[in-house]
């Protein structure tokens, strides 16, 4: 086994899929239409974007 991670795009795409799970979990859990909750909701979708993106090349 060469280790968790091979290259910058696995960081990236690690990195993005926490984010993704951290912040879907909080707009999981807070109020529902809150600004927080919209703004945290949209950083959510790009994240997911940007992991299945990555998911690609990885």
């Known amino acids: 086994m060469y280790g968790f991670v091979n290259s910058n795009l696995g960081w990236f795409h690690l990195g993005t899929a926490l984010l993704a799970m951290v912040s879907g ?33 990885v």
């Open 25 to 57: 979990a909080f707009v999981l859990a807070a109020k529902k239409g809150t600004t927080k909750h919209t703004t945290i909701g949209y950083s959510y979708v790009v994240a997911k974007v940007l992991v299945c993106g990555s998911a690609l090349g």
